[in-house]
C-alpha cells in the first residue's frame, strides 16, 4: 500500500508541477492536490477566493477502481491482444460481477488480479497513469481558464465535480460548454506529457519485459494516442454509466460520454492537423480512434459479463439530434467565453467558435 500511495502521489505532484511550470503562465499561484477517502468515482476542482490556491481533489475510489478496471482488461487475452504475451492471461481472472470502488475495504480477495504476462502487467499501470493524468488535467483546465472563479462570481458555487447531475436547460448548455473546454485542454496536455516520454525518453527501464511495456505505451505517436485514447475511453464509462439518452441531453451537467468521446477523438485529429511536432495524420488517426473504441468497448463488457454497447458512439456520429446539440453548447461557449477571459492564468481560450484550447 505504501508504494502505490508513493507512486500516485509522486505523479499528481508531477502533474502540479507541471501546471505551474507550463500552463499558469499569466496569473501564477500555488496548485496543489489532495485524496479524499470516499470510494465512489469523482474529482474535483477548488479555487480559493480568499488564499492565493487551486486544488486538485481525487476520491480514493478513482485511484484503486482504475487500477483493478486496467489489471482486469489486459488479464483477457482478448484486449490488446498485440501486447506482450496475451497467451499466458486466463479470462477467468477478468470477470467481476459489478466493479467495485473500495479494493481495501471490500474486496480483500480481489486485490492480487494483475495480468500474468509482466509486459501486460505493466502496461495495465501505463493506462492508469494515462487516465489519471487526463482526470487530473481535466481539473486544471477548469482552473486555468478561470470556470471556477466565472462559476463563483454567476451563481456562487466554490467547487465544480465530476458526477454528473441535471441543471436547468441554459445552465447546462453553460456547464457542458465547460466541461468540452476541460476535456479539450485535458487531451491536449495528456498527450503532451506522453510526447516527452516518447521524444525524451525515461532512465533505463530495470528489465527486458519492463522496457518492452514502456516501447508498446510510448513508442511511437500510434501508441501513445493508442494508450491514451483507451484510458480515457475506459474512464468515461466507469464515470459515465448513464444510458445514453439523445432526447434529453440539454438537462445534464456534463455531456454524455458518447458525446465526450467524440469530441475529443475531433480534437486529437484538430492537435495533429494544426502541429506538425505530433507526426501523426490527421485522417489517420481518426480512423486508427475508431478502431480503439470498439477495442476499448469490447474489453470494458467482457470484465463485467456484458454485451458491448456502441448504440451511443454510433447514434453521435452523423445524428442530426447530437449536431445540433454541439452546436447548442458551441453557442453556449460563444455566449461566456469573453466573460471568462479576467479569470484566465494562463494560455488562450478557444475562439468563440468553439474550437481548441491552448
Same mark, same amino acid.
Given at each position: ?76 487475452? /482478448? ?9 499466458? *492471461?486466463? &479470462?477467468?481472472?477478468? =470477470? ?9 475495504? /471490500? ?30 488535467? =481535466? ?13 463563483? /462570481? ?8 465530476? &458526477? !454528473? ?45 519492463? *522496457? ?21 475511453? !475506459? ?13 434529453? +441531453? ?10 465526450? +468521446?467524440?469530441? !475529443?477523438?475531433?480534437?486529437?485529429? *484538430? ?7 505530433? &507526426? ?22 467482457? !470484465? ?22 454541439? +452546436? ?10 469573453? *466573460? ?19
Amino acid at each position: 500500500m505504501y508504494k502505490l500511495m508513493l507512486g500516485l502521489h509522486m505523479r499528481l505532484t508531477h502533474n502540479c508541477n507541471i501546471t505551474l511550470d507550463k500552463y499558469y503562465t499569466a496569473r501564477p499561484r500555488p496548485i496543489t492536490y489532495g485524496l479524499t477517502s470516499h470510494p465512489s468515482l469523482n474529482a474535483f476542482a477548488y479555487a480559493s477566493p480568499t488564499e492565493d490556491f487551486d486544488f486538485v481533489g481525487l476520491n480514493i475510489g478513482v485511484y484503486f477502481t482504475l487500477r483493478d478496471t486496467f489489471s482486469r482488461l489486459l488479464s483477457l487475452p /482478448q484486449f490488446l491482444k498485440d501486447i506482450g504475451d496475451s497467451n499466458k *492471461e486466463d &479470462a477467468s481472472r477478468a =470477470h467481476i460481477p459489478y466493479l467495485v470502488t473500495d479494493l481495501i475495504n /471490500q474486496a480483500r480477495d480481489r486485490q492480487g488480479v494483475v495480468p500474468l504476462c509482466p509486459v501486460r502487467a505493466i502496461y495495465a499501470h501505463y493506462m492508469l497513469g494515462a487516465a489519471l493524468d487526463f482526470l487530473f488535467f =481535466h481539473e486544471v483546465t477548469h482552473l486555468r481558464f478561470g470556470h471556477l472563479d466565472w462559476l463563483r /462570481q454567476r451563481e456562487g458555487a466554490s467547487v465544480l465535480g465530476e &458526477a !454528473i447531475g441535471e441543471t436547468s436547460s441554459e445552465g447546462g448548455l453553460i456547464r457542458q460548454a465547460l466541461e468540452m473546454d476541460a476535456d479539450a485542454g485535458a487531451i491536449l496536455y495528456t498527450l503532451n506529457k506522453a510526447y516527452d516520454v516518447m521524444r525524451e525518453g525515461v532512465p533505463r527501464p530495470p528489465n527486458l519485459q519492463a *522496457e518492452q511495456a514502456l516501447q508498446e505505451a510510448y513508442g511511437s505517436p500510434e501508441k501513445v494516442v493508442r494508450l491514451i485514447f483507451s484510458s480515457v475511453y !475506459i474512464l468515461f464509462r466507469l464515470f459515465d454509466c448513464k444510458e445514453w439518452d439523445p432526447f434529453n +441531453q440539454h438537462l445534464f451537467t456534463h455531456p454524455q460520454s458518447p458525446l465526450r +468521446q467524440h469530441w !475529443i477523438a475531433l480534437t486529437i485529429a *484538430e492537435i495533429f492537423k494544426n502541429n506538425s511536432y505530433y &507526426a501523426y495524420d490527421a485522417d489517420t488517426a481518426l480512423n486508427d480512434v475508431a478502431h480503439l473504441i470498439s477495442r476499448s468497448e469490447f474489453g470494458i463488457a467482457a !470484465i463485467l459479463n456484458d454485451e458491448p454497447d456502441f448504440r451511443g458512439i454510433q447514434s453521435v456520429v452523423g445524428n442530426s439530434l447530437s449536431t445540433e446539440h454541439l +452546436q447548442a453548447v458551441l453557442d453556449a461557449w460563444a455566449g461566456i467565453r469573453d *466573460e471568462l477571459l479576467p479569470f484566465v492564468r494562463g494560455g488562450n481560450l478557444a475562439p468563440a467558435s468553439g474550437r481548441l484550447s491552448s
